[in-house]
């Protein structure tokens, strides 16, 4: 297929990953964190790590909108389909994902929860415009990438008068969540993360654009490569990292030129600084409260606010003590070293957020890597 | 005196929606059947108007499957739910290596359901149960209030005889043997999603349903004591199908991405929407097991039939106490095809 296979071309993998095995210094460990589930997602389904020698790692990081929405906000989502004038609408990775006391949004919809699965936030707003009796609520969650398109039907349903469209928001914001990993000054040293650079996010940056990693790549002496979904993407952009760190340069390169420029898309720019405002702090699962990490929506939009219209009062709502989807988000552990992954959670009945959506770090290594593991412990054993 | 006869105005076909009175057993239930069913199946079994179709026992082993339709849209590119209520049963019975004989078709249909609609499906059915030299020779018809269904539902039963010394079994597979999959995947289940609402995207996907036990007969005639099972991957795709072998027969598979069919056309559609096209279901594809030293032999034999053109060796059994299916990715790595976790979700971005 066109502008796929290019992407795909396993000859030029292999021959940049050799350059990779060449150029990492042998008495040197390299470990880098994709930030994004896409780029989470690509390594696993292509085996990128295969291709990778022994001491270049990349850990997972928080980039997955499924796995950083904490269990307060699925409770309220919940509550809202409940109500008997309510028709919410979601994406459908948000179906599984696990609320308090083993409710989900799926068990809500079979106990009769207006809850209907669209591919795109146009579909709530026309979904409220064909029955006007149904008070509809988009659940808008995401990074930068889908803020646009929320904004855009927001904008929509005012063209068109609606009164029974609102959204339930919570798009975060990608620096927020990057500060977040790498400021750990303050934490004990068991809690730090410690990466040698970021494949930075792909379809955030084409929103944001590259600029504002700059400050971060600076301030904390760290390589930024934003990178394509594209597995070859991946590649390239780990061969940038290892030569950055070899250089001794904290640059944030371009990998990604085929779509990202240094200042972003200004138009969906302006149709987000338009509809949202930065929340003065929001709640993260795995990394707590971030100040100025999330969106909420300005006065000017108050009645699309489904927060507002409905009154929201966030209760408080722990995860489940042994699941340890906060520190796989941070890179602290890989899903295999979770005492929860693949015994009591899987992606059939998943205990964290992780393991739902196929861009959460656990899911795809059930999915597609947990081989690994069983390769690793025989070889541990013949080393024994 | 003589009473004048009742005279009975045929169905509106065109305009007409069954009624709750279609499926009482009473005169209306009757005209239905006559006037679509009968119609439509046209064959001497059913012409007898009895409850049962009585028919000789052939000698030997028989095989019996039955299977039910609920799909939606019930048209979609290149079929229908009545086709597909053909090929689907005849393909379970093909399974097993078998001459598929009869077919018997239940219906249950929501009040308010277009007789028209009613029409074309049970004429594609008729089409496709002669195409494939199967009879419908009984069936059965109910009426449900609206809502209390969607649309109409169908369950086909079918039996067939299987050939002498052939035993197909989902628990044969050894490690060494090869898989063979008889064409592209993911037609049937990219061409009905195109047509779901929300979905709607402009493709020229067809359905690949067809009934599968000319080929199977062409691959028993060459290879048939050294095939050790088949399966029609349908839903849950290739990934679904690979991972119940391993499950019955105790094994892993190595599967190479490269070797496995799919049009360019299911492949970018499934790249917009998400989806992996090893997950996607077909309805006239087989996956065979197949000793190492026949593979070569059956595939020749499934490639000179029009239904085998694209045939491909795509990997081998392993021994595998984990039971995983791997492959090795077109890209050069490695990963597991995974049993699928729910329905196949599409990404969010």
């Known amino acids: 297929m066109k502008y796929i296979d290019e992407y795909r ?36 389904r292509y085996g990128i790590e295969d291709l990778l020698p022994p001491n270049v790692e990349m850990v ?41 006391g083993g409710a989900n949004l799926l068990k809500a919809k079979a106990a009769g929860a207006d809850i209907r699965m669209i591919y795109s936030s146009m579909d709530a707003v026309l979904i409220a415009e064909a029955e006007p009796t149904r008070q509809v609520v988009f659940f808008a969650i995401g990074f930068e990438t889908t803020t646009p398109s929320t904004a855009l039907s927001i904008g929509l349903a005012r063209r068109k008068r609606l009164s029974n469209f609102s ?8 620096p927020p969540a990057i500060r977040a990993i790498l400021d750990t000054a303050a934490l004990p040293e068991v809690e730090r993360v410690l990466v040698d650079g970021f494949v930075g996010p792909a379809h955030v940056s084409t929103v944001i654009g590259t600029t504002p990693y700059r400050a971060l790549a600076v301030e904390f002496e760290k390589p930024v490569v934003v990178a394509g979904f594209e597995p070859l993407d991946v590649v390239q952009a780990i061969l940038m990292l290892v030569r950055q760190v070899n250089e001794g340069r904290n640059e944030v390169e371009n990998q990604y030129i085929r779509a990202v420029t240094a200042e972003g898309n200004p138009i969906a720019q302006r149709e987000i600084t338009e509809i949202f405002e ?32 409905f009154t929201i009062v966030p209760e408080p709502a722990a995860d489940n003590p042994a ?18 992954f693949g015994t009591v959670c899987s992606p059939e009945a998943p205990m964290g957020s992780c393991m739902v959506s196929p861009e959460g770090a656990c899911a795809a290594h059930w999915t597609y890597g947990r081989f690994r593991d069983r390769a690793k412990t025989i070889s541990d054993r013949a080393a024994a | 005196m003589s009473w004048p006869r009742l005279r009975v105005r045929k169905l509106d076909i065109r305009n007409g929606l069954v009624d709750l009175s279609h499926g009482a057993g009473g005169r209306a239930s009757a005209q239905l059947i006559d006037e679509i069913f009968r119609e439509s199946f046209d064959n001497p079994f059913l ?22 339709y609920v799909i939606w849209p019930l048209f979609f590119p290149g079929g229908d739910i009545g086709s597909l209520a053909v090929h689907g049963t ?30 074309r499906i049970a004429i594609s059915m008729g089409h496709a149960a002669r195409e494939a030299g199967v009879a419908i020779v009984t069936g059965d018809t109910k009426v449900v209030e609206r809502g209390k269904a969607d649309g109409v539902f169908i369950t086909t039963t079918g039996v067939g005889v299987v050939p002498a010394g052939l035993d197909l079994s989902g628990d044969r597979a050894r490690p060494g043997d090869r898989v063979i999959v008889s064409g592209s995947i993911g037609d049937h289940g990219v061409a009905v999603m195109s047509k779901r609402g929300s979905l709607g995207f402009e493709t020229e996907i067809l359905s690949d349903s067809a009934a599968l036990h000319g080929l199977v007969a062409e691959m028993v005639g060459a290879a048939g004591p050294s095939i050790r099972l088949m399966r029609d991957p349908t839903r849950g795709g290739l990934a679904a199908t690979l991972n119940e072998i391993a499950q019955q027969s105790r094994c892993g598979f190595l599967v190479e991405e490269a070797r496995i069919p799919v049009r360019p056309e299911v492949m970018a559609a499934c790249e917009l929407l998400g989806l992996d096209p090893l997950y996607v279901a077909n309805e006239g594809k087989l996956v065979a097991v197949v000793a190492p030293d026949a593979a070569d032999l059956l595939l020749g034999a499934m490639r000179a039939h029009p239904l085998g053109r694209a045939a491909s060796i795509i990997g081998e059994v392993t021994h595998d106490e984990q039971r995983f299916v791997q492959m090795t990715t077109a890209f050069g790595g490695g990963r597991i095809v995974d049993w699928l976790a729910g329905e196949q979700l599409p990404r969010i971005c």
């Not at chain 1, 021959?15 to 390594?43: N, V």
């Not at chain 1, 959204?167 to 990608?174: G, P, R, S, W």
């Open chain 1, 167 to 174: 959204v339930f928001c919570n798009h975060v914001l990608t």
């Open chain 1, 323 to 340: 699941c340890e989807c906060g520190d796989v988000l941070r890179g602290l552990k890989k899903p295999a070293e979770c005492k929860l």
């Open chain 2, 90 to 119: 005849i393909n379970d019975l093909a399974m097993a290596g078998a001459t598929p004989l009869h077919l018997a078709a239940g219906y249950i249909i929501e009040e308010g359901f277009p007789l028209a609609d009613l029409e």
């Open chain 1, 60 to 100: 997972h990081g928080p980039g997955c909108p499924v796995c950083v929405l904490p269990v307060g906000r699925i409770d309220d989502a919940i509550r809202l389909a409940l109500r008997p004038e309510v028709t919410l609408c979601t994406y459908a990775d948000l179906m599984r994902v696990p609320a308090s």
């Open chain 1, 278 to 309: 930065p929340r003065d702090t929001f709640e993260w699962r795995g990394l707590g409260s971030l100040p100025l990490s999330a969106l909420r929506l300005r006065d000017a939009y108050a009645g699309y606010d489904a927060e507002r219209r």
């Open chain 2, 47 to 68: 012409n007898q108007g009895n409850d049962q179709a009585v028919f000789e026992a052939p000698s030997g082993r028989m095989v019996m499957s039955t299977d039910g």
């Open chain 1, 9 to 44: 071309d396993g000859g030029l993998a292999r021959s940049i990953a050799a350059t990779i095995a060449r150029e990492a210094l042998p008495g040197r460990h390299y470990k880098f964190m994709e930030f994004c589930g896409g780029h989470t997602h690509a390594i696993s």
